[in-house]
């Protein structure tokens, strides 16, 4: 498990509706939340579960970027996703955790590794950490996660449970 993962708030959002945060930290070996990821999750709802989960358990994943490359800053994205594929930029051999799909473009071009959350349940059946995807992927589609109705299907088709 050598895994270098630097997650953003959508995806901390999402698998947290879906109580999936503990796949990051159980199937990572070097987990890291961006400060400007913790800023954008203090935005919602005191209440949520990835805002409870930051600043409680995940607190000790939080780390503070002193600089982010103008290369990273000239794609304008959010502060969340700026820090992110900063910190893998500035620091090779993380991969990225984001969803937002000019996010994704931006670390795709920069050469940066990038998974989503869809990836990351993905990667958890195949790791057997989970036995099936289809209860976290139906809890996905229930919790607002906006994705295309092809997805789950090509989804349940990667993880042989079509």
Not at 26 to 47: N, T, Y
Request: glycine share 8%; charged share 25%; proline share 6%.
């Amino acid at each position: 498990m050598s895994k270098k993962w630097v997650v953003n708030a959508s995806p901390l959002i999402t698998l947290g509706k879906i109580s999936g945060i503990s796949l990051l930290e159980r199937m990572c070996s070097d987990l890291i939340v961006p400060e400007g990821v913790v800023w954008e999750l203090d935005k919602g709802s005191a209440d949520d579960p990835a805002n409870v989960w930051i600043h409680r358990e995940g607190a000790s994943f939080v780390r503070r970027l002193e600089e982010v490359p103008p290369l990273v800053l000239s794609w304008d994205l959010g502060k969340g996703e700026t820090e992110v594929i900063s910190w893998a930029y500035i620091n090779p051999g993380y991969e990225v955790i984001l969803d937002d799909r000019a996010a994704r473009n931006c670390a795709s071009s920069l050469g940066i590794r990038v998974r989503g959350t869809i990836g990351i349940i993905l990667l958890a059946k195949k790791e057997r950490v989970l036995p099936q995807v289809k209860p976290l992927l139906s809890r996905l589609s229930e919790s607002g996660f906006r994705i295309s109705s092809e997805l789950p299907r090509a989804a349940y088709r990667l993880a042989d449970e079509e």
